[in-house]
């Protein structure tokens, strides 16, 4: 046996894969669901891009990678409504939950605002701020 420090693709793929594949050979079928990716971008009457939102959909839950809004558009709602459109697809694909994580400086206030809990905290990561974990449950209507 040998193990050697690199960082090849194609290996870290395999990796992945195999990861993935031990994953859903624990699952029951009805948690199987194709996974997927989803984003909304926000642009000006430019066609510059202003804001976004992305994540992926996978065993009926949406975890939201990025959220980002041009700093001159922050505060006038633009966020909230990216959010709202991720969430309309989420519900929309069945899934029961919007998971995310942001640190303290960032905005774990505007989530919290939105409906989202708090579900962990990393402490002094990176040094002297936190990190957020938190998690929003959702209903069909």
Not at 11 to 37: A, G, H, T, W
Not at 46 to 61: D, N, P, Q, S
Request: hydrophobic fraction near 35%.
């Amino acid at each position: 046996m040998h193990i050697s420090k690199q960082w090849v693709k194609e290996d870290c793929d395999y990796i992945r894969n195999k990861v993935i594949e031990y994953n859903l050979s624990m699952l029951p079928d009805e948690v199987k669901q194709s996974s997927f990716n989803v984003s909304y971008i926000l642009r000006n009457d430019a066609g510059e891009i202003v804001g976004g939102i992305t994540g992926k959909i996978v065993w009926y839950h949406l975890h939201i990678d990025y959220l980002w809004v041009d700093d001159s558009l922050r505060g006038k709602g633009y966020g909230e409504k990216l959010l709202q459109h991720i969430e309309k697809t989420a519900i929309e694909n069945n899934c029961r939950l919007i998971l995310l994580d942001t640190f303290s400086f960032q905005a774990p206030d505007f989530y919290q605002k939105l409906g989202f809990k708090v579900v962990g905290i990393v402490e002094d990561h990176p040094k002297g701020f936190k990190q957020y974990y938190l998690e929003k449950k959702l209903t069909r209507e």
